[in-house]
Each structure stands twice: as C-alpha cells, then as structure tokens.
C-alpha cells in the first residue's frame, strides 16, 4: 500500500459517513452499516406522529415509546406534526438525516392511499421512507344507527337493495380509512350508497347518533364507546378474524369472503438507513409489541397487536397499495 491509498479504517468511516447522507448506491452502503450503527443510539430518538395530541396513533405511539425508551437506553421523544392527511410529518421525516434517530408513527395514507389521492406529494412514498416494525392493525367495525332495521350484513345488503338511494354513510374526510372502507364495501356488496364526508370523525359520529346519518365503517376504539352505550349497532368487523374488544360480532369477510377493510400502523425510517439500525428497532418493537399488558392495553384500544420483519411488512404494504389503488380508481371513474 502506498502513501496516498487510504487504510481501510478511513475507507470505512468515509464510507459510514456517506451512508449516512444516503449519498451511497445500497450495495456500499450496507457495507458502510455496521460501522454507522455502532453505538446506536446515542442520543434522544425522535418519534415524529404525524397527526394531533390525544388521537389514536398519538395514544399508541405514546404506550410505544416508554419502553422503547428503556429498550434503547435513550429517551423516545414524541413529536407531533399533523396536517395535510399525514403529509407534513411524513414529509419532515422523508428529509430527515438516515441516521435512525427520526422515525415515522405510520399510517396507511402516508405510503399506501395518499399517493393516489394527492397528485404531487412532497415526498415518494416509495423511495423515501422504509418500513421497520409493523406495530397494531387498526381494526374497523361497521356500524348503524339503531333506527335502521338490519341486524346483519346480509340484511343489510338487502335493504339497500330494496331501498336504492337511501342509504348513506360517514366519514372522517374523503380518502380517510372510514372513506375507503366504505367503498370497499359498497363495491363488494354491489349496493349504491351516498357518501357524506365530515371534517373530522366527532362531526361524523354526531350525526350518525342522531340518525341523520345511517351507517359508517370506522375503528373500533373510536366507536366502541357508542356501541357499548347503545347508541350504535355493530354490525360486522373489517377484519379477517373477530376483534376481541367485540368478540360476539361476526366479520364482514363471513358474508363477504376475503374483505378487509382494516388499516396498519408501523413504524418507518428514511430510506438509506444502516439496516442493522432497522434491524435493531425492528427487534426492539416486537418484543414491546409482543408483551402481554401492551397488548391487553391495545385489545381495551379496539386494535390489534402485531408484528412482522422489515421485509415482511414492506410486501404487506405493496399488497395494501394494489388493493386501495383500485378501490381509489373505481371511485374516481364514479
């Protein structure tokens, strides 16, 4: 070796701090990881949630990071950066440093709806952000105003049939999991229902509890407190399996095989992110994911706890993207 070739121990750290900046092809930058990830982490990690305080990911996210916290030996810090249906934090966390101290609370519309519904994103939901540790299924639950006579899916389906134009249902806001649920639902049942979107779920729940309203598919921990009031009907869940918070109602796939109609929440990186870091996170959050009172306390939510690997959970989010890219063409072509 001659005085101007570099030792390989400066080779590596030029190479680490490359992969860092994500300025290196995949190949060298897996080479790079072992010695970027090193240490990890020695500092405060940032949980970026990219809706407002006290919703639902804001609540799972919160019952995450405190024993993430003690997993890693550094404090998990919550940020909150709602807006633009997940855009602004997904965005923010897209242009973060892959270093592994930004992470994404992740809900489908940052990678799997919104880039279908929003023509230009600040982001590529593709190739920007990488998915670490599948963490809950956000089960949904179809539900009625009590007034209306069905029981059942079937009864449903009939009554819409009997009763064309009648038949409306809620959302949260046009392309929300309460939307896209709903259309899933109108086009595999082969009914006409009218969609009335809200701003917000609470508007949209009001409205259905005075009867104004008819139906909806949204989570269970949002409508649950309905159900068990009396003031909703659950009809059937958009799961494959019963959801424990209800264990006495059917799903939807019983009367319809193969919907689901539920959402994923995981937790995602910017891509060039050393995958032992990914690898790291991804084994950390099972474990916490895995534990028997965070699930209980997840089942009292009305979701379900969940876990997968990296590569896993990307497939699960391409299979998701094929499916509500044809329930979001449909609807536009409507």
């Keep these: 070796m001659d005085e101007h070739t570099p030792s390989r121990r400066s080779l590596l750290r030029a190479l680490g701090w490359l992969a860092m900046a994500g300025a290196l092809p995949a190949s060298l930058a897996s080479t790079a990881s072992p010695a970027v990830a090193q240490g990890y982490p020695n500092k405060p990690v940032l949980l970026v949630v990219p809706f407002a305080t006290g919703g639902g ?66 982001y590529d939901a593709d190739k920007d952000l990488v998915p670490v540790a599948l963490i809950a299924l956000a089960i949904n639950v179809l539900v009625v105003n009590p007034a209306l006579p069905v029981k059942t ?94 264990p006495d109602v059917p799903t939807i796939a019983d009367t319809l095989p193969g919907f689901e109609g539920s959402s994923i929440n995981y937790i995602s990186v910017p891509a060039g992110t050393p995958q032992p870091i990914i690898d790291r996170l991804n084994r950390e959050i099972n474990a916490i994911v895995g534990r028997e009172d965070i699930a209980k306390r997840m089942v009292e939510l009305g979701i379900a706890a969940a876990t997968e690997s990296p590569s896993d959970l990307a497939r699960r989010i391409q299979s998701e993207q094929v499916k509500w890219k044809a329930v979001i063409e449909k609807i536009s072509t409507q």
């Design 153 to 246: 899916i079937s009864e449903l389906i009939a009554w819409a049939k009997a009763n064309p134009g009648k038949l409306n249902f809620s959302s949260s806001g046009i392309g929300a999991s309460s939307h896209l649920s709903g259309e899933l639902f109108k086009q595999r049942a082969g009914i006409e229902i009218e969609h009335v979107p809200y701003r917000g779920t609470g508007p949209s729940i009001q409205d259905l509890l005075t009867g104004r309203i008819q139906m909806t598919i949204d989570t269970v921990s949002t409508l649950l407190p309905h159900i068990r009031s009396g003031g909703l009907r659950a009809i059937a869940v958009a799961s494959e399996t019963r959801n424990p918070a209800l």
């Design 57 to 122: 990911s804001d609540i799972v996210a919160r019952l995450i990071a405190e024993p993430l916290t003690k997993a890693l030996g550094q404090p998990v810090v919550i940020e909150n950066k709602p807006g633009a249906g997940a855009t602004v934090g997904a965005t923010a966390v897209a242009k973060a440093p892959p270093d592994g101290y930004t992470l994404l609370y992740t809900t489908p519309g940052v990678q799997i709806t919104n880039p279908y519904l929003m023509p230009s994103l600040p």
